[in-house]
């Protein structure tokens, strides 16, 4: 007995022409090749590579490509149509993207009246002519042709025949797909569904009434495509609307990046469509990567992940109440609508004030500590973490800092360096925006004590080094440390000046990353205690890791 295969959807990426005018997003050449290879590996069919003769960082992009190929994506030159009342032939922003060498080329042209009378100060005849004139050009010369129809739901709405005929002059010219743009991110899902059911019924009609006159224009229906924004809060809820009314490709960005509100998310499209509406869009290995690949593109691009993303996000899979904690250990269905580890991502057990003894067990047993309910120091721990977190710590940011915890109920922690004391001088230069900082450290390691002293752009990097300075001969590894991010918050801002700060800072070590904590009302006490916490932590790391080597 055989089974049908699953419907195929054609996966678009835009991330590195249309996500790249996220605000705060900058990318270089290299970046921009590494992330193309990383899409290529994920399994994604066209990458837009950019707009080839718009700026010179994209013809060397297309340029580099032509050298060292994709494996197995297409990569798509982006274009507009030819200007008005011009020839496509004449124009040299077309012959750059013959140039790039891409065998598939996307053009956008104008849907909507208001854009073509206001926008190009030109006739509703002549856009149609553009559309027809540059589509004939690349078709002449090989290339296969994307339509995007810009501002597509915009002009459906305010002048339905002519958004239709532009369609009708990208068919006869020998567009292969047409895709729908919601440009303004301003179309609701059902009207998004009216429309494209429209599209297809119309262009039935049209191509059944040129077949029946013997007209010798294309008699297949190109396949119908999706481009949404995401201002309304809907862009990948109005992509599914139009994939179950028949469209066949869905254009988005990783990471949802684009301008203003960004584009629809393929990070969270590609699971809706594969897992929820049985559709196939990349392996099911390949999907398993998709977690991995949206970090990857967020580190390569400087952007912050959004911890809270659907599927790929921190959050996505954690869980912080204790009967919520206790009903997934049971069976992980009650409170997860798929398995983590489907795209790639992992369940988590936050640890916080709201935490049961559910909790503490379940976040021992990942750091390798089997507990039981029965057991003091379980109890000990759960009583100790509420106590803490009362006194504004948040342990379910900085998992580091309650290993720590754990390990020191158990008697289990172990002391690589003990810190006597620090001071820490700030000068302010009038006139000048930078301060410098002077720390001064003490540590006694192995019952010797060392005095250390560096300086650094501002009180935290400065006691950072000292410390580091202070215990790198005891300790080398700690060369490959860093510390890659802080924050700091104000926990009771009635009190002035007099509030309560939390600390929270990130370290590395070029592999892992760990996050720790400190709460004082004291702003350097508190970072002081993160970043010791931090180093510690680091080489407790370490540690493990040899003693692995040796078993």
């Not at 032939?89 to 053009?107: C, D, K, N, R």
């Not at 959050?315 to 904690?325: C, E, L, N, Q, R």
């Not at 970072?527 to 180093?535: H, I, K, M, R, T």
């Amino acid at each position: 007995m055989t089974t049908n295969p699953s419907p195929q959807i054609w996966l678009y990426d835009t991330t590195l022409r249309d996500g790249t005018q996220c605000e705060g997003l900058s990318v270089s050449i290299e970046d921009k090749l590494r992330i193309a290879k990383r899409l290529d590996q994920l399994g994604i069919p066209f990458i837009e590579g950019g707009w080839p003769g718009a700026n010179p960082k994209d013809v060397q992009f297309f340029w580099q490509l032509q050298e060292d190929p994709l494996k197995q994506a297409e990569i798509v030159a982006f274009c507009s149509t030819r200007r008005p009342n011009t020839v496509a032939a004449s124009e040299p922003m077309l012959q750059a993207i013959l140039t790039a060498g891409s065998h598939w080329v996307t053009i956008f042209g104008k849907s909507w009246d208001l854009h073509v009378t206001e926008g190009l100060k030109t006739t509703l005849e002549e856009n149609l002519a553009m559309i027809r004139d540059t589509i004939e050009y690349f078709r002449s010369h090989g290339r296969r042709v994307i339509y995007d129809a810009e501002h597509w739901f915009d002009g459906y709405k305010h002048n339905r025949d002519y958004a239709l005929q532009t369609l009708e002059a990208a068919i006869a010219s020998g567009a292969e797909w047409l895709v729908l743009c919601d440009t303004n991110g301003g179309t609701l899902p059902h009207e998004v569904s009216e429309s494209v059911t429209t599209v297809k019924g119309h262009l039935s009609f049209v191509l059944c009434q040129k077949s029946m006159t013997n007209d010798p224009g294309q008699r297949t229906i190109p396949q119908i495509g999706i481009h949404t924004h995401n201002d309304c809060d809907l862009a990948v809820a109005n992509a599914l609307a139009a994939v179950m009314a028949g469209a066949t490709m869905v254009q988005g960005t990783i990471n949802g990046y684009g301008e203003r509100c960004g584009n629809a998310n393929l990070c969270s499209l590609i699971p809706n469509l594969q897992l929820k509406m049985g559709y196939s869009c990349i392996t099911e290995h390949q999907l398993t990567q998709l977690t991995e690949a949206s970090r990857f593109v967020s580190e390569v691009v400087n952007l912050a992940p959004d911890e809270h993303a659907p599927f790929v996000g921190r959050s996505a899979f954690a869980h912080k109440g204790g009967v919520h904690v206790s009903a997934v250990q049971r069976n992980p269905l009650t409170y997860e609508h798929i398995q983590p580890e489907t795209v790639g991502n992992r369940r988590r057990i936050v640890i916080s004030e709201q935490a049961g003894l559910s909790n503490v067990l379940a976040k021992a047993r990942t750091f390798g500590i089997e507990l039981d309910k029965q057991t003091p120091e379980a109890k000990q721990i759960l009583q100790r973490l509420k106590q803490l977190e009362s006194q504004g710590y948040q342990f379910e940011a900085a998992e580091a800092s309650f290993a720590l915890l754990m390990y020191e109920a158990l008697g289990a922690r172990q002391e690589f360096f003990e810190v006597k004391g620090f001071q820490v001088h700030c000068d302010l230069v009038e006139g000048k925006e930078t301060s410098s900082a002077l720390a001064t450290v003490k540590v006694a390691v192995n019952g010797q004590n060392i005095l250390e002293a560096a300086e650094g752009n501002g009180p935290v990097a400065a006691l950072d080094t000292a410390l580091r300075k202070a215990l790198v001969n005891f300790y080398p590894q700690l060369a490959s440390f860093e510390l890659t991010d802080y924050k700091v918050r104000i926990l009771d801002g009635h009190a002035g000046t007099a509030a309560k700060t939390r600390a929270l800072v990130e370290s590395g070590n070029g592999h892992q990353r760990w996050t720790t904590i400190g709460v004082s009302a004291n702003i350097l006490a508190a970072s002081y205690q993160a970043v010791v916490e931090g180093l510690e932590y680091g080489l407790l790391l370490h540690s493990q890791a040899e003693a692995a080597v040796k078993a």
